[in-house]
């Protein structure tokens, strides 16, 4: 019984409802609306970018650490790729 405890904390079920509303758009609205996501496309880029020459520089520690502790750069590496 118990274990049936434990499990049910692990899985839940969510029940929602949504309201929507759909309207079409002007060729106008769909252009501003269009260069505000490229806009914002830009700057998820430039953090991402950013994360890669993170990890690029990470690397060399990341192999020294695991040379003597593999159990710990296995978690910063999963860590890494968390982010």
Known sequence: ????????RHYFRIE???H?????LSEE????????G???DDEAGGVTA???TLTQQMGNTL??????????AQYLQLLDEKV
């Open 50 to 52: 950013q994360l890669r």
């Open 38 to 40: 490229l806009a914002a």
């Open 29 to 36: 609205e769909f252009a501003t609306l269009m260069k505000r």
């Open 20 to 24: 929507l509303r759909v309207k079409p």
């Open 1 to 8: 019984m118990a274990d049936t405890a434990r499990e049910r």
């Open 63 to 72: 192999l020294n650490i695991r040379k003597s502790h593999t159990d710990i």
């Open 16 to 18: 929602d409802k949504v």
